[in-house]
């Protein structure tokens, strides 16, 4: 089994940022090996996805944060990272940190965490 664990929500204002931690437990199992992901969910809106990661690093983002977002991990800690710059209200949501998927289809993702709630205000 892998438990994820989210930290790095908070409550910001238009332009400014956070950034999103993802700590991955589990004795037999390695970020390194996974593709990971971010999504995000807003109320009466369907999980979608918002940047992903594979095994060999190559990244993978939603046209609404190209550029804004950033998706990285560290293998060495077994934890992954979102840095969100320049965010917008409508980046307002609940993140969740996915492993053992596929890129940023939600339905295919195995282990999910509990969610991080990020508001930004305008």
């Known amino acids: 089994q892998v438990q994820l664990v989210e930290s790095g929500g908070g409550s910001v204002q238009a332009g400014g940022s956070l950034r999103l931690s993802c700590a991955a437990f589990g004795a037999t199992y390695s970020t390194y090996y996974m593709y990971m992901g971010w999504f995000r969910q807003a109320p009466g809106k369907e999980r979608e996805g918002v940047a992903a990661i594979n095994s060999d690093e190559i990244t993978s983002y939603a046209d609404s944060v190209k550029g804004r977002f950033t998706i990285s991990k560290d293998n060495a800690k077994n934890t992954l990272y979102l840095q969100m710059n320049s965010l917008k209200p409508e980046d307002t949501a609940m993140y969740y940190c996915?492993?053992?998927?596929?890129?940023?289809?939600?339905?295919?993702?195995?282990?999910w965490g509990q969610g991080t709630q990020v508001t930004v205000s305008s």
């Open positions: 996915a492993a053992g998927g596929f890129a940023l289809t939600p339905a295919g993702y195995k282990y």
